[in-house]
């Protein structure tokens, strides 16, 4: 989009209610160029937070079993659309949030029993083959329920925009915010402290070593499909009240969690958080700045270069790393 004609744009599949830079609201005060950058920052930062998420969920499941699962990007837009739908039911707006995170990670445990399991011995093109299988599943199934149609969500504390410098932030963005940065902290001491966290790394650096010791490479599987979608889902439910979600917004919500991840390195915690925030700073810029029809091609450009230079990403965790 023209530089001074920017607004959110997280995916083909959502349609973006943000204020506008060159609105009345932002001439109050401050110099336009600065308010512009922040609100681009502000963006950048809101969209960037949903790629980290959806980034972690493909560390974990690559850590746990080598597979990249390309069906990431449908647990972002299960989140979102079953949430909604659970709020246009008329259910509060918390349980409609627990209900949507609870019910992907249930989806994403069934995946894993019956589409990934079975198949745990094949080759990595066969797996890849399957996520993207189970992945026109699950958006088949949420056009035939719920519909072409977009949802949206009532935010949770409100949409009125907070000033900052002339720029805008909404309420929403600092739970996207904050949100990932708790999730990011739970996950460090989840992995550091309990077993079934321990279990997942140590799947990660050598599984036969693993299964010689004890630890139940079936059980960690699903259980990492489990988390991997409940990221997901969170990432949905919190992007969902700024952008309204659809039945195919998880295509290119799930290529941006994977481009973040190879940005920060796969296997990598630190690395899929850093290049979410990345990606999305990069097509923020891009979009506001430029074109909005340019930020694509500039995020594909970055992380072929990142990956030409440093194959393994930014934080160099080949399989093995840890989270």
């Known amino acids: 989009m023209a530089n001074g004609g920017w607004r959110t744009d997280l995916s083909s599949g959502f349609g973006a209610r943000a204020p506008k830079p060159d609105s009345a609201f932002f001439r109050r005060d401050g110099n336009p160029a600065v308010s512009q950058f922040l609100q681009l920052i502000f963006a950048g930062v809101t969209v960037g937070a949903t790629y980290a998420l959806s980034a972690l969920g493909f560390s974990i499941i690559y850590n746990a079993s080598g597979v990249i699962n390309f069906a990431q990007g449908e647990f972002i837009m299960l989140g979102g659309m079953i949430a909604a739908s659970l709020a246009a039911t008329g259910a509060p707006l918390p349980l409609a949030v627990v209900g949507a995170v609870a019910a992907t990670a249930l989806i994403g445990f069934i995946v894993a029993k019956l589409a990934i399991a079975p198949a745990r011995e094949a080759d990595a093109t066969a797996l890849v083959i399957i996520t993207i299988g189970v992945s026109m599943v699950l958006r088949g ?54 077993r079934l966290g321990k279990g997942i790394l140590a799947t990660a650096h050598n ?19 489990v988390l991997s979608a409940g990221l997901g ?39 899929a958080v850093v290049g979410g925030l990345a990606l999305g700073l990069m097509e923020s810029m891009t979009a506001g700045y430029f074109s909005s029809a340019y930020k694509d091609a500039v995020a594909i450009v970055v992380v072929l270069v990142i990956l030409l230079v440093r194959p393994s990403g930014l934080f160099g965790a080949a399989r093995g790393g840890g989270t």
């Open 141 to 194: 199934g949420v056009e035939t329920t719920l519909g072409k149609g977009g949802r949206a969500l009532p935010p949770f504390s409100g949409d009125k925009p907070i000033a900052f410098a002339g720029a805008a932030v909404l309420p929403q963005s600092l739970w996207a915010l904050a949100t990932t940065l708790v999730v990011v902290a739970a996950l460090a001491l989840f992995f550091a402290r309990t």
């Open 207 to 225: 599984r036969l070593a693993a299964e010689l010791v004890g630890i139940d490479t079936r059980r960690v599987l699903s259980m990492s499909f």
């Open 233 to 271: 889902a969170l990432g949905g439910v919190l992007i969902a009240p700024i952008a309204n979600a659809s039945y195919d917004a998880g295509v290119m919500l799930g290529l941006k969690g994977f481009v973040a991840a190879a940005i920060g390195g796969l296997g990598s915690g630190v690395g």
